[in-house]
């Protein structure tokens, strides 16, 4: 069965850094192009980054560009979201996409990222 898992719940303070990971089973991983998105509170889901499954292709929400980097490893089945300077309306649940195209795609159940002081 396909499967989407984050990891990298955290509470942390503003200004502080965090890592999430995602981590793919269950089916291949090549050619899947590797997205994040989060859901801050009564807002709608918004998209954070991308990354192509050779990694020559990145794309960031622009408002996050220069604090939020992703990164992949294919070996592993996982794509990464390091995000630093984090500030308190980064507050949100951050998910994990595997897109390959409209029946291949496949969601996490969502990480709590919460930035408070």
């Known amino acids: 069965q396909e499967q989407v898992v984050e990891s990298g719940v955290g509470l942390v303070q503003p200004g502080e850094s965090l890592r999430l990971s995602c981590v793919v089973s269950?089916?291949?991983?090549?050619?899947?192009?590797m997205r994040w998105y989060r859901q801050a509170p009564g807002k709608e889901r918004e998209f954070v980054a991308s990354?192509?499954?050779?990694?020559?292709?990145?794309n960031t929400a622009r408002s996050l560009e220069g604090r939020f980097t992703i990164d992949r490893d294919n070996a592993k089945n996982a794509w990464y979201l390091q995000m630093n300077n984090l500030k308190p309306e980064d507050t949100a649940v951050y998910f994990c996409n595997a897109y390959l195209n409209p029946n291949r795609d496949f969601w996490g159940q969502g990480t709590q990222v919460t930035v408070s002081s």
């Open positions: 269950g089916f291949t991983f090549i050619a899947y192009v």
């Open positions: 990354n192509s499954y050779t990694g020559g292709f990145t």
